[in-house]
């Protein structure tokens, strides 16, 4: 079970790599209430994962490609949500990758 998997091995990490897809509807799909970036995000912070590392995936998918605009969108989407949590964003590294 991949759940059940995740949170063995997050409940021993020091450090987290959240990837968040920045494709449109993607994004959202994950970011949404019952969302599974919410869900990692809760899991880890929960677990005890006090630092954490977002990777904003697909970003050759934006419109237009590599759109910083889109990038910052997402930051800003994820940074409030991790707040709300417990984490420090201003703390959190985010990282566009493809």
Same mark, same amino acid.
Not at 11 to 23: E, N, Y
Not at 47 to 73: A, C
């Given at each position: 079970?991949?759940?059940?998997?995740?949170?063995?091995?997050?409940?021993?990490?020091?450090?987290?790599? %959240? +990837?968040?897809?920045? *494709?449109?509807?993607?994004?959202?799909?994950?970011?949404?209430?019952?969302?599974?970036?919410?869900?990692?995000? %809760? %899991?880890?912070?929960?677990?005890?994962?006090?630092?954490?590392?977002?990777?904003?995936?697909?970003?050759?998918?934006?419109? !237009?490609?590599?759109?910083?605009?889109?990038?910052?969108?997402?930051?800003?989407?994820?940074?409030?949500?991790?707040?709300? +949590? *417990?984490?420090? !964003?201003?703390?959190?590294?985010?990282?566009?990758?493809?």
């Amino acid at each position: 079970d991949f759940i059940k998997n995740m949170i063995t091995g997050t409940s021993q990490a020091d450090c987290a790599v %959240l +990837i968040v897809a920045a *494709g449109t509807g993607e994004f959202e799909a994950g970011i949404s209430k019952n969302g599974q970036t919410r869900e990692h995000a %809760l %899991l880890a912070f929960t677990l005890g994962v006090k630092q954490l590392i977002v990777g904003v995936n697909k970003m050759d998918s934006t419109e !237009p490609p590599y759109s910083e605009s889109r990038f910052e969108e997402i930051k800003k989407e994820v940074s409030s949500y991790i707040k709300k +949590i *417990g984490y420090n !964003p201003a703390a959190v590294a985010f990282v566009p990758i493809s």
